[in-house]
């Protein structure tokens, strides 16, 4: 311990007596650390974590892939939600768990403490807490008692965020009311601190029992609907019993269930049927929630993390560069330590502990550029990536994180300097006079391999920049379909405040003509479902004179817009009109369909006059009348192909609740958005209005993930450049000191400083052209791993690679400029007389 004390001394006392050394190496490795330490904290989050319960190893999330019929609500993956009825049979006759719960997100108006809010809620089964094993920090969560009659049970429980940052951790909020959905609502309790739900990236504010479903969802109730799915399952394993003995357990009561569920599903033929009653129940891990945003968003990461990783590798390299440089110029000291009786493993020990104080240096800098990175990252998410709750600070298993990369960097990048700087011939060094710069053949060797593999890492990360930027450029040149300029959104949920629908309708058409009465406004037109915020509704439809293939699904997507909705989005109208004030509830079903649709179900006829109609099966007659024609356009996300879509007036719709309206100004947008407020709250000033923002920024966010990765690539390509120009230039500067005599013979011989000059940048094309050979199959491999997440542009695009191979050669020659210029200025006597 004492001679380790010593070593740790002395090491703090060299790096002090090279303080430019010391900052250029702390700097270096604190950029790779920290980038590696802030993408490592939303891979925690997101993937790794565990969800704060009791046991959560236990969970399972419950899948049924296969055929349905009616209405499915779904987040990405369409096996996941069940009715509400198959939950209650499941839960009731299954043995096979200990428990089963189910859950809902939905948006909540809550009005209290002198104001009226959006918020987001989930309806839960009233063993929601009990499986999970959550217990509350203040009051009572829900039990069995709180799920038995419909519409019996005005209770509440308030998530630990949201008490705190509404109502203060007030605890006086026990027994008090609010008004949520324009229902009053009793708080009985307060969630513990930490727990979030059951899916990442959504954070509940409010819990309400299942049973209450009609009040929470004025328009619809979902809990008597066989043909309605719409609820997350998830269950806790019985101890001792594995997913797959669950499985097997779970199947016959399930079949049973299916066959009393199959009399319902009409509209199936016989093989359809049978693929109904053969579904089974999948069980996916659960201790991490239900993996929906993991889904999206783990492979990007884990690139991210790949990226950040082969960056700390250069800087690695580069350290390892600098420290075979500075071992050399300590040779003669190395020599009189081993002559005085110094052993080489305690001269490599010395090192090594001045290699670890080095990392662990950059690694207090690099939690600082983390601390840093990690704020502006979470910052930058928007809400409608479907992530939040992500926490911008340090916690102790991102520090831990810091610390071990850390000591591994500085092994890594310490070893084998110590162990070739402690192997010399003793009695020939102590021979040299001064400090000679000669580190033998071998080491020169060495460093130009160090730099070779900076070359290689970094033509891998160019092309991946490469790659990602050239896929983002097509997704920006992307026609859309609608004019994007000069247009701003906003939406509103009539519905969440006691509304009933045809009080919503009249309440969307006068705010409609109030909002083109403004001055500077175009246009306006409403929406129910916002464009490219990746939500899609879409039906099974029978079409009149279309013969369907056998197993063909016959479908569309569907939405429901107001007047004058195409030419404020500014799609063009191939045929027919568009819908006007007529065309309302009571009058004539119509609707309007994308050429997409016209296509695939009307070739070689005119689509408009036609009909069709929603859903399918013998009884279902065609009765919406086929008024217009209109050109294909992105709906739920910019990547989307295209597909058949209809569009139908939102005053037919029985349901409505809530919709987005959209304006087309003549000047900049920015400067209606408060009278657009001003409109909405002289009518209802109790109405929040939410997602208010130009469609510009909508298609923004939507390209928000293919923005990030190509940011971070480039930061992560560009850094990875500067590292390997300046581990190029050191290699080469050392070079030309170590062949400054012969150097200075060529010169006096008559060779030009043209020709002395590109001896050096001779070797260093050599260097790069070695790098970019053995980088681009690495590069193409990378490519191929991601093509998933490009768009238009393939792994081995030559464009991409050509680039990438012109910013080496430049970031080569920057790296060997200085070098050759140096030795072309040699002067021939100095160089002769050095020694």
Excluded at 39 to 46: A, E, H, K, N, V
Excluded at 139 to 161: I, K, M, Y
Excluded at 301 to 312: H, N, S, V
Excluded at 445 to 455: G, P, T
């Amino acid at each position: 311990m004492q001679t380790l004390w010593q070593d740790l001394r002395f090491g703090a006392r060299m790096l002090l007596k090279s303080p430019g050394f010391t900052l250029i190496v702390v700097l270096t490795l604190a950029l790779g650390i920290g980038a590696n330490t802030a993408i490592f904290s939303l891979i925690d989050q997101i993937l790794l974590q565990r969800l704060p319960v009791e046991r959560p190893e236990e969970l399972v999330v419950l899948r049924s892939p296969g055929p349905k019929t009616g209405r499915v609500w779904s987040d990405g993956d369409d096996a996941a939600p069940f009715s509400y009825p198959m939950y209650k049979a499941l839960r009731d006759r299954s043995e096979a768990f200990s428990g089963l719960l189910a859950r809902f997100a939905i948006s909540l108006s809550v009005a209290g403490a002198g104001q009226t809010e959006r918020a987001d809620g989930e309806l839960v089964s009233g063993n929601y807490f009990e499986v999970l094993g959550v217990r509350p920090a203040l009051g009572r969560v829900f039990n069995q008692e709180d799920d038995r009659t419909p519409g019996a049970h005005p209770v509440v429980v308030l998530s630990h965020a949201y008490w705190t940052r509404r109502f203060g951790a007030e605890p006086a909020i026990l027994n008090k009311t609010l008004t949520v959905n324009g229902t009053l609502m009793t708080v009985i309790g307060v969630s513990r601190e930490g727990f979030r739900g059951v899916q990442v990236g959504q954070t509940p504010d409010v819990f309400i029992p299942i049973m209450m479903t009609a009040q929470m969802t004025p328009n619809r109730n979902g809990l008597d609907d066989h043909k309605d799915y719409w609820l997350a399952i998830m269950g806790r394993l019985k101890p001792g019993m594995s997913r797959a003995q669950t499985e097997e357990a779970v199947r016959p009561s399930y079949r049973s269930v299916l066959e009393e569920e199959l009399p319902l599903m009409t509209g199936f033929r016989a093989e359809r049927r049978q693929q109904f009653l053969d579904k089974r129940i999948l069980l996916d891990d659960g201790a991490k929630g239900r993996r929906i945003l993991q889904r999206d968003t783990g492979k990007p990461m884990l690139i991210l993390m790949g990226m950040a990783g082969l960056a700390l590798l250069i800087a690695c390299a580069n350290v390892a560069n600098l420290l075979l440089a500075r071992g050399a110029a300590r040779r003669r000291e190395i020599a009189v330590r081993m002559a005085l009786g110094a052993g080489r493993w305690r001269l490599m020990r010395q090192f090594l502990v001045e290699s670890l104080l080095l990392s662990l240096m950059g690694g207090v800098v690099g939690v600082v550029v983390a601390a840093w990175a990690i704020r502006g990252l979470v910052a930058t998410i928007p809400p409608s990536m479907g992530a939040l709750g992500l926490s911008p600070e340090l916690n102790p298993r991102l520090l831990g994180f810091a610390l071990a990369l850390s000591a591994l960097t500085g092994l890594f990048f310490g070893a084998a300097p110590a162990a070739r700087a402690t192997r010399l011939n003793l009695e020939s060094t102590l021979r040299e006079q001064g400090s000679s710069v000669s580190g033998g053949l071998s080491s020169v060797r060495f460093r130009k391999a160090l730099v070779v593999s900076q070359i290689v890492l970094t033509t891998v990360l160019l092309v991946g920049a490469g790659l990602f930027a050239r896929s983002l450029n097509n997704l920006n040149r992307l026609d859309l379909g609608v004019r994007v300029d000069h247009l701003i959104a906003f939406s509103i949920a009539p519905e969440l405040n006691g509304y009933s629908p045809q009080r919503t309708i009249a309440f969307f058409d006068d705010l409609r003509q109030g909002i083109a009465a403004l001055p500077g406004v175009r246009s306006v037109s409403a929406a129910e479902s916002p464009i490219l915020t990746d939500s899609n509704s879409g039906s099974n439809v029978t079409i009149e004179g279309y013969q369907a293939q056998e197993n063909e699904s016959v479908g569309v997507y569907h939405n429901r817009v107001g007047p004058d909705y195409f030419a404020t989005m500014g799609v063009p109208l191939i045929g027919g009109r568009e819908f006007t004030a007529a065309d309302k509830a009571g009058g004539p079903k119509v609707a309007i369909i994308n050429e997409t649709m016209a296509r695939r179900y009307f070739a070689n006829r005119n689509p408009i006059g036609s009909h069709f109609a929603i859903g399918s099966g013998d009884r279902v007659r065609p009765d919406i009348e086929i008024v217009g024609v209109v050109k294909d356009s992105k709906h739920g996300v910019v990547r989307e192909e295209k597909r058949p879509f209809a569009y139908f007036p939102y005053a037919q719709e029985k349901n409505l609740g809530n919709i987005t309206f959209y304006a087309r100004a003549d000047q900049d947008v920015s400067a209606i958005a408060p009278s657009l407020r001003r409109e909405v709250e002289r009518r209802d000033n109790n109405l929040p209005i939410y997602d208010l923002k130009t469609l510009q920024q909508q298609v923004d966010e939507s390209l928000f993930a293919d923005r990030f990765l190509t940011f971070l690539s480039i930061c992560f390509g560009s850094l990875a450049a500067a590292l390997a120009a300046v581990g190029l230039y050191g290699v080469m500067a050392y070079t030309v000191t170590r062949r400054i005599r012969e150097i200075g013979i060529r010169i006096a011989l008559g060779a030009t400083r043209g020709i002395v000059a590109w001896l050096i940048l001779r070797e260093v094309t050599l260097l790069a052209l070695i790098g970019l050979l053995v980088g681009a199959p690495l590069a193409f491999a990378l490519g191929r791993a991601a093509e998933s997440l490009l768009f238009g542009v393939k792994a081995g695009d030559p464009s991409v690679f050509a680039a990438a191979s012109l910013f080496l050669a430049l970031v080569a020659l920057l790296g060997g400029y200085l070098p050759a210029r140096r030795a072309a200025k040699v002067d021939p006597i100095v160089a002769l007389r050095r020694e």
